[in-house]
T-cell receptor, first 113, second 112 residues
C-alpha cells in the first residue's frame, strides 16, 4: 500500500475515445503530480497542483486535461490520443515545499490503439 | 537546461558483488538530490535523499550515496548486492523549491 492509489491499472483505448485516469492520496499531502514514464526516456513531469491550483504545465498537449477537485484527488482526462501517448502514467503526491520526497502510485499502463 | 544523467542503462551483477550506479547533474547553486527505486511490479519509492550536511548519505536496505560537489555527482553504492535488489533505480535532483528532474533510470539485475 503506497498511500497513493491509481485507477485503472491498465487501460486500452482507441484514438477517438475519451477516458479518465484517477489518483487518490491518503497521506494528507497538499501537492499532486502527473508524470509520464515512457520506455527509454526519463520520467517526464506533466502537471503539478499545489493546494488544488495548477502551478505547472510542462508543455503538455491539450489532449491531456488535468483536474484537481480537492487536495486528495487528481484526474487526467484523455481524448483523441495518439499511439505515441502509450506509456505508464504515474501520479505522485508530496508536502509543500517541493523539496519533500514524492510518494508515487503504481501507475496506469495506457495503450492507445 | 537542468538535467540529470545516469550513464549506466543496464547493469548485471552476481549476488555479493559491489554496486555503484553513476548519477551526474547539471544544476548550479544549492541542489537537493534523491535516489528512487522501482522494484518489479511496484511503485517508485524513495531510497535516500541529500539536502545538506554530511555528503555521505545512508539510505534503506544498506544503500548509500555520496555527494561530490566538484564532480556534480551523486553515485549510489551498496557493498554487497542481493537478488532482491533487482530493480530500476532513478536519480533525481532539484534546486530548492523547484520541480524534480529525473535521470533516465538504470535497470539492475542481480543474478542469484
Amino acid at each position: 500500500e503506497t498511500g497513493v492509489t491509481q485507477t485503472p491499472r491498465h487501460l486500452v483505448m482507441g484514438m477517438t475515445n475519451k477516458k479518465s485516469l484517477k489518483c487518490e492520496q491518503h497521506l494528507g499531502h497538499n501537492a499532486m503530480y502527473w508524470y509520464k514514464q515512457s520506455a527509454k526516456k526519463p520520467l517526464e513531469l506533466m502537471f503539478v497542483y499545489n493546494f488544488k491550483e495548477q502551478t505547472e504545465n510542462n508543455s503538455v498537449p491539450s489532449r491531456f486535461s488535468p483536474e484537481c477537485p480537492n487536495s486528495s484527488h487528481l484526474f487526467l482526462h484523455l481524448h483523441t490520443l495518439q499511439p505515441e501517448d502509450s506509456a505508464l502514467y504515474l501520479c505522485a503526491s508530496s508536502q509543500v515545499p517541493r523539496d519533500s520526497p514524492l510518494h508515487f502510485g503504481n501507475g496506469t499502463r495506457l495503450t492507445v490503439t | 537546461a537542468q538535467s540529470v544523467s545516469q550513464h549506466n542503462h543496464h547493469v548485471i551483477l552476481s549476488e555479493a558483488a559491489s554496486l555503484e550506479l553513476g548519477c551526474n547533474y547539471s544544476y548550479g547553486g544549492t541542489v537537493n538530490l534523491f535516489w528512487y527505486v522501482q522494484y518489479p511490479g511496484q511503485h517508485l519509492q524513495l531510497l535516500l535523499k541529500y539536502f545538506s550536511g554530511d555528503p555521505l548519505v545512508k539510505g534503506i536496505k544498506g544503500f548509500e550515496a555520496e555527494f561530490i560537489k566538484s564532480k556534480f555527482s551523486f553515485n549510489l553504492r551498496k557493498p554487497s548486492v542481493q537478488w532482491s535488489d533487482t530493480a530500476e533505480y532513478f536519480c533525481a535532483a532539484n534546486n530548492a523549491g523547484n520541480m524534480l528532474t529525473f535521470g533516465g533510470g538504470t535497470r539492475l539485475m542481480v543474478k542469484p
